[in-house]
């Protein structure tokens, strides 16, 4: 006689889809901690890079304003001089801490130490609970990013074109145009406007499922390819954790810097196209 049992979907999933709680520390999970590692780090170099500024740059203060420099430069070419100086600050901390999130995953050690079952409480096999997770790999960090923007976002286009120039670029017909067609016309602006309304309340929802997503699948597929060769000798098992995943850590590197890129290029675009005057089009 056969019986039918319900699985949990988290039972069937390589990595968890939520991040865990830490065992000494109940009300910190180990996304937010390596979140707060990499803040640390970029706090740290930021202020190294820019302590003792000279005319003729060190090498740590040449690397930081190239970097500076390149994004505000692409920042520019797209919302505009005027909002530039305005939401670079913004755009530029997202870009750079949502990319070395996206790399920090990939550090030997995350998602593979922490506490477990084996031979004693620390392992480096059958992990419950990793003591350090990709913070990109949290839905929650994500979709707090994008929540900190749609706010920032809000106010810069309040700032720029006020709230009745939102709603008229939002709502009112163009064309000019009267009569019967111009009503038409008003009629169909004013459902595109509500369209467009519902596409903004979606934009956090898009931009933090886009890059979550992306950094959970690759962090599954590693864990994956790392697993194949579970079945064999030790020391083949071993040899199968390192190689098999080798390649995938380049290709994720890669995908690491696409999804800042688009994530900043995405939020950039709704900055242009919320705070562009009507003389600029």
């Not at 706090?43 to 740059?57: W, Y």
């Not at 939002?170 to 602006?189: L, N, P, Q, R, S």
């Not at 696409?258 to 242009?272: N, R, T």
Request: glycine share 8%; hydrophobic share 55%.
């Amino acid at each position: 006689m056969q019986s039918v049992a319900l699985l949990d979907l988290n039972s069937l999933l390589a990595v968890s889809i939520q991040a865990e709680r830490l065992p000494f520390a109940d009300w910190l999970t180990n996304s937010i901690f390596v979140a707060a590692i990499v803040t640390v780090g970029i706090l740290f170099l930021s202020s190294k890079a820019t302590k003792k500024m000279t005319l003729v740059p060190h090498p740590a203060q040449n690397a930081f304003e190239f970097v500076i420099e390149f994004l505000y430069g692409q920042v520019e070419s797209i919302v505009g001089k005027h909002v530039a100086p305005k939401v670079f600050p913004l755009l530029a901390t997202m870009f750079i801490f949502i990319l070395i999130s996206n790399w920090s995953g990939l550090i030997p050690g995350v998602g593979t130490i922490g506490w477990g079952h084996g031979t004693g409480p620390l392992t480096l096999q059958h992990v419950d609970v990793p003591f350090f997770r990709g913070p990109t790999a949290d839905l929650n960090l994500t979709l707090g990013i994008a929540a900190v923007f749609m706010v920032v976002w809000l106010a810069i286009t309040i700032q720029e074109v006020g709230v009745v120039g939102f709603i008229k670029h939002t709502f009112a017909a163009k064309g000019g145009m009267t009569g019967f067609i111009g009503a038409f016309v008003a009629a169909v602006f004013f459902m595109v406007g509500i369209i467009e309304l519902v596409s903004i309340a979606f934009r956090p929802v898009s931009l933090s499922l886009r890059l979550f997503g992306n950094m959970y699948a690759g962090e599954t597929l590693l864990h994956t390819m790392g697993t194949l060769g579970d079945k064999l000798p030790p020391i083949f098992a071993f040899l199968a954790a390192i190689l098999f995943p080798l390649p995938f850590y380049f290709m994720e590197l890669l995908v690491g810097l696409l999804q800042a890129v688009v994530f900043v290029l995405l939020c950039s675009v709704y900055v242009k196209l919320s705070t562009a005057h009507e003389e600029e089009h």
